[in-house]
């Protein structure tokens, strides 16, 4: 079955996010290395931690195959914050040749280093509606990552020993339920919590779940949301009454818990039966319990009462771009080397098998999607039943910045959900006058 049936209706879903930061845990790490005389040399400056391993790997192979070619590799993401890591790399004068960024905002305010990639052959095969954020005219300045999904990823085994079906959620009050059968069976079920909540990580709160329910107020366009002037919460209530959810019957205090406490140490060890993340936790759940990762995890929607109920949000993480200001060479090669990641057989293999990825091009063989968030990533968007990514159609800086931060607020007893509504409202405002 080819990928491009992923996504039913792939129109209204333009499948972005902001360089702040989509399923990351917190680490960097960089890969370099000397380069001999005459050798071109690639420098990658990524945001992905979860695959930075399988990534260096790969790009190992690439020079295997291409002598002559240095691939070096540094990786920024989750707890330090990307978008604020590549402006200071820049700064340096140290220009990397690829990096990342996400849709419309970014476009605008990198365009100036942004090389047209609709030369390649990747362009040529990405997935219907995955290229709209990034293009200018007749101009493709990013390649996407990947497609990934979230919502809340549960413990199969905890659900069936406190006796739910979790085919019977899909609706907030259902969930609502669920989760006081857990709590008031913690105990027995062996939970700290029913939830870990990483208030500390904005990108969570502030882009991630904001998202859920900010799409459907811009009909799932990022663009619109990008070219508004206002944004009205026309799904605020909803929004707070998922968050609240969560923040009640959370391990505490979640303003300080952060992505590794989350998935690492709370939910890979049993110790709470839900996270609000998305399949790229795969790797970091194994990496603790394999068997849990390939048998005991599942992915449940995120409600928004009023609008879909039964429905995970379904996008692009981030896209590469290439640095047009580097020699002449060194372009070429980025652009090489992307096209040999998305194109040949080596390179799709990785993308599959080694990266645990759901690709965002034609050509993959989908029935070799193997980990089980992936999978339902792939049952939900097969079934229609998916939310837009729409955040990198935010102000620069709103989603984590202002409303990830007055959400923190508001967990903290610091400001009331009315005053978060008016003071993110107005932050808005005035970035778009």
Sequence with gaps: MKLKKLIPAMAALFLLVTVGLVGCSSSSDKSSGGSSKGETVVDIFQFKVEFKDQFKAVAKKYEEEHKGVKINITTVGGGEDYGAALKSKFASGNEPAIYNVGGPQDVKDWESKLADLSDTKAASLALDGTLEGVKKGNEVLGLPYNQEGYGFIYNTKVFEKAGIDPKDITSLSALENAVKTLDSKKKDL????????????????????????????????????????????????????????????????????????????????????????????????????????????????????????????????????????????????????????????????????????????????????????????????QDGKTIAWTFMGYPTGWGQEKLGTDIQKYLSDEMSWDDLIKDTKSAWESSRK
């Design 190 to 381: 062996g939970l700290e919590s029913v939830f870990a909540l990483p208030g500390k990580e904005t990108w969570v709160t502030g882009l991630h779940l904001s998202n859920t329910f900010i799409a459907p107020e811009f009909n799932g366009n990022v663009m619109d949301a990008f070219n508004a002037k206002k944004v009205d919460f026309k799904y605020g209530d909803a929004f707070k009454k998922v968050l609240d959810l969560q923040n009640k019957y959370s391990v505490q205090p979640t303003v300080s818990l952060d992505y590794s406490q989350q998935v690492e140490e709370l939910f890979s060890t049993g110790k709470v039966a839900m996270i609000q993340q998305g399949n790229w936790v795969y790797g970091s759940i194994a990496g603790i319990d394999q068997d849990l990762a390939d048998n005991g995890i599942g992915l449940l929607p995120i409600p928004v009462e009023g609008f879909k109920e039964d429905s995970i949000p379904v996008g692009v993480p981030m896209y590469w771009a290439v640095n047009k200001n580097k020699d002449k060479k060194v372009v070429t090669e980025a652009k090489k080397f992307l096209d040999w990641l998305y194109t040949s057989d080596t390179g799709k293999e990785a993308v599959i098998n080694d990266f645990k990825f759901i690709p965002a091009y034609d050509g993959f063989d989908a029935s070799k999607i193997s980990d089980p968030l992936a999978k339902a990533v792939y049952q939900y968007a």
